[in-house]
């Protein structure tokens, strides 16, 4: 099992909708936790980051974290073309910071 | 302020040169990151530098492939006898010291072994 997972997608919806991504992790003593959008031939760029359980609102965008169930979740409200990317989740899972990610979740908007 | 910044954007090689990618930090960031992504295995931690401590280099995936920070700034990545399977982009992040620091990425190097 890996240490974090992620559906690959690719999830297309229309504009205007809200955008529902998620991961999985295995080790329960995880307690940081980001997401990150990366665009086409750029590199991963921070869009949220949470520590422990609970929701974390910024913009269009709210991270939430259930420590329980070993789940997080990224949601993106009134989603525009202009969100069309790859999702990532990434989990410091080791001494040092190093970052565990999920494969990564391919988001269309279509107009 | 300036990201972080890679160079080159694109590198083309035979199979069996070495090449060099380059890192430039985040000014003030004391911790540095390499990382690999390519198709099949995701986005891959490689090597990871804080200040004056020795490297972690638990994600190397062979000797083949070697970095090093000078000066506690700017960071080369080396990979010697380069393979096809090396073929990937070469990501590189830098965060402040202190544990679960945000990373920061640059674009990457993107490598294509011919």
């Known amino acids: 099992q890996k240490e974090v997972e992620q559906d690959p997608g690719p999830l297309s919806v229309p504009e205007g909708a809200i955008v529902s991504l998620n991961c999985t992790y295995s080790n329960s003593a995880f307690q940081y936790f980001m997401w990150y959008r990366q665009y086409s031939r750029k590199g991963p760029e921070l869009l949220m980051y949470?520590?422990?359980?609970g929701n974390k609102e910024d913009g269009r965008f709210t991270a939430q974290v259930d420590k329980s169930s070993k789940y997080i979740s990224l949601f993106i409200r009134d989603s525009q073309p202009s969100d069309s990317a790859t999702y990532l989740c990434a989990i410091p899972t080791a001494a040092g910071n190093k970052l565990t990610f999920g494969g990564g979740t391919r988001v269309l908007v279509k107009p | 302020g300036a990201g972080v910044s890679q160079s080159p954007s694109n590198k083309v090689t035979e199979k069996g040169k070495d090449v060099e990618l380059r890192c430039d930090p985040i000014s003030g960031h004391t911790a540095l990151y390499w990382y690999r992504q390519s198709l099949g295995q995701g986005l891959e931690f490689l090597i990871y530098f804080q200040g004056n401590s020795a490297p972690d280099k638990s994600g190397l995936p062979s000797d083949r492939f070697s970095a090093e920070r000078t000066g506690g700034s700017v960071s080369t990545l080396t990979i010697q006898r380069t393979q096809q399977e090396d073929s990937a982009v070469y990501l590189c992040a830098s965060s402040y010291a202190n544990s679960n620091q945000p990373q920061h990425f640059g674009d990457g190097t993107r490598l294509s072994i011919l």
């Open positions: 949470t520590y422990s359980s």
